[in-house]
Nanobody, 127 residues
Framework: QVQLVESGGGLVQAGGSLRLSCVDS????????MGWFRQAPGKEREFVGA????????YYGNSMEDRFTMSRDNAKNTVYLQMTSLKPDDTAVYYC????????????????????WGQGTQVTVSS
C-alpha cells in the first residue's frame, strides 16, 4: 500500500526557494516512478516534473527545468522538489504522485497514469 504525504509548502516571496518533500509510508517505494503536479484555483492540473524509479531520469514541465529540480532517496522513501526563483505564477497546491512501473528508467508526464496521490501542500508566492 502506498501512502504519500507531502510537506514543505508555505508562503515565500518572489525570487525565493522552497523544497517540497513527499514521503511514502509503504515498503515498495523503489518500484514507483514519481511525479509532481500542481493545481491553481480555476486552472487545470499541471505537470511539474517526474523522476524514474532509480532517480537517473528526470523531466520537467514548461519553464520549470531551469528552476525546479527533482530528486529521490529510495532509502528514505522520499522524493523531493527543490524550487528556486519562485514566481507568483507558481502559486498552487502541489501534489506528489506514484506510478508503478516495471522499468527503472521510465517516467510519466500525464496525471492519468499515476496510481497514488498525496493530499497536496500549498505553495504561495507573494509579489
Amino acid at each position: 500500500q502506498v501512502q504519500l504525504v507531502e510537506s514543505g509548502g508555505g508562503l515565500v516571496q518572489a525570487g525565493g526557494s522552497l523544497r517540497l518533500s513527499c514521503v511514502d509510508s509503504g515498503r515498495t517505494f523503489n518500484m514507483y516512478a514519481m511525479g509532481w503536479f500542481r493545481q491553481a484555483p480555476g486552472k487545470e492540473r499541471e505537470f511539474v516534473g517526474a523522476i524514474s524509479r532509480n532517480g537517473k531520469i528526470t523531466y520537467y514541465g514548461n519553464s520549470m527545468e531551469d528552476r525546479f529540480t527533482m530528486s529521490r532517496d529510495n532509502a528514505k522513501n522520499t522524493v523531493y522538489l527543490q524550487m528556486t526563483s519562485l514566481k507568483p505564477d507558481d502559486t498552487a497546491v502541489y501534489y506528489c504522485a506514484a506510478r508503478l512501473l516495471a522499468t527503472e528508467h521510465a517516467i510519466s508526464t500525464w496525471w492519468g497514469e499515476y496510481n497514488y496521490w498525496g493530499q497536496g501542500t500549498q505553495v504561495t508566492v507573494s509579489s
